[in-house]
């Protein structure tokens, strides 16, 4: 049986139309069922077969701990980031020498070992650190060569860009609390360069500013055992919005700073990951990543 594309988005960039299309040949000519709407969403009963994601390794089973209940953006939309994390980073949970090995590479980092990764996570209570929704997409904690323990805030992209605040949302009000946490910790010395904040609080820049204040806010707090933080984000190369973000961001860290956030596209953490030595399952796996997200 043949399975249409099913239908696209005319005001799609020319990236996320790239993207769309990729995924509703994915779910065409691999998956193959049919479309909900959109060539990018599974039907609810497809998606109720978790088929948004990686059927072995634990992707499905840390999905079901983590959010139980039916979530179209998640379950269905096989466009939106949201079950990126799940199929990414899930199965190193069943691996963590492979997952220090890998993260290790890629960050040049003398990682000794990673102890813990946890898909959509935030510390609790949130009143002591942002008061926000802000969470990681994915968290791993990680001894160094010298003991000292570390974490890392990972953020993953697919299509996303810039967004604009809603007038009158609690970000809105936060972003121009003068009292928040965001210009509390922004303003610490020896963070940002001076006269950064308003391109901080910008459109461009705002998400992976909440992002990084996060980790920062995990590292002042008073009950903290980390000294290291790296605020990670994760996107596709044709994703050229944060190609151009990552740099911008960096500029305004001061120069002791510049390791506390990195761009990875998803290229190269497929590649560091085919550079070891991997079982039959993890190798099944990384050729689902290349054939889901690498886009030609």
């Known amino acids: 049986m043949n399975y249409p594309l099913g239908n696209q988005?005319?005001?799609?960039d020319n990236?996320?139309?790239?993207?769309?299309?990729?995924?509703?040949?994915?779910?065409?000519?691999?998956?193959?069922?049919?479309?909900?709407?959109?060539?990018?969403?599974?039907?609810?009963?497809?998606?109720?077969?978790?088929l948004n994601f990686y059927p072995g390794l634990g992707v499905v089973e840390t999905l079901k701990n983590r959010y139980p209940k039916y979530s179209k953006g998640l379950y269905?939309?096989?466009?939106?980031?949201?079950?990126i994390p799940f199929n990414m980073?899930?199965?190193?949970?069943?691996?963590?020498?492979?997952?220090?090995?890998?993260?290790?590479?890629?960050?040049?980092?003398?990682?000794?070992?990673i102890t813990k990764i946890k898909i959509e996570y935030a510390p609790s209570p949130a009143a002591e650190y942002l008061n926000d929704k802000t969470s990681f997409d994915t968290y791993m904690e990680f001894i160094t060569d010298i003991g000292e323990m570390g974490f890392l805030g990972i953020e993953v992209k697919y299509t996303e860009h810039e967004y604009k605040l809603k007038p009158n949302?609690?970000?809105?009000?936060?972003?121009?609390?003068?009292?928040?946490?965001?210009?509390?910790?922004s303003y610490r010395p020896g963070l940002f360069?001076?006269?950064?904040?308003?391109?901080?609080?910008?459109?461009?820049?705002?998400?992976?500013?909440?992002?990084?204040?996060?980790?920062?806010?995990?590292?002042?707090?008073?009950?903290?055992?980390?000294?290291?933080?790296?605020s990670l984000i994760f996107y596709p190369s044709g994703n050229k919005h944060f190609n151009e973000v990552i740099p911008e961001y960096k500029s305004?860290?001061?120069?002791?700073?510049?390791?506390?956030?990195?761009?990875?596209t998803y290229e190269s953490y497929?590649?560091?990951?085919?550079?070891?030595?991997?079982?039959?399952?993890?190798?099944?796996?990384?050729?689902?990543?290349?054939?889901?997200?690498?886009?030609?």
């Open 9 to 12: 988005y005319s005001k799609d």
């Open 15 to 50: 990236f996320k139309a790239k993207a769309r299309l990729h995924q509703s040949h994915f779910r065409s000519e691999i998956l193959q069922v049919d479309f909900d709407e959109y060539g990018n969403r599974l039907t609810r009963a497809d998606a109720l077969n978790y």
């Open 76 to 83: 269905a939309d096989m466009l939106r980031s949201e079950h």
């Open 89 to 113: 980073f899930a199965p190193l949970k069943q691996d963590l020498k492979l997952a220090k090995k890998v993260f290790k590479q890629l960050l040049k980092l003398e990682i000794k070992e």
């Open 169 to 185: 949302s609690k970000e809105a009000n936060d972003i121009d609390n003068l009292d928040s946490p965001y210009e509390k910790i």
């Open 193 to 230: 360069v001076p006269d950064s904040m308003k391109k901080l609080k910008s459109d461009r820049l705002r998400q992976i500013w909440r992002n990084h204040l996060l980790g920062e806010s995990m590292l002042l707090h008073s009950e903290t055992k980390f000294k290291h933080f790296i």
């Open 252 to 264: 305004l860290l001061t120069s002791k700073n510049q390791n506390k956030l990195m761009g990875i």
């Open 270 to 296: 497929f590649d560091t990951l085919s550079q070891f030595t991997l079982s039959n399952d993890f190798t099944d796996w990384l050729k689902y990543l290349k054939s889901r997200y690498v886009i030609k």
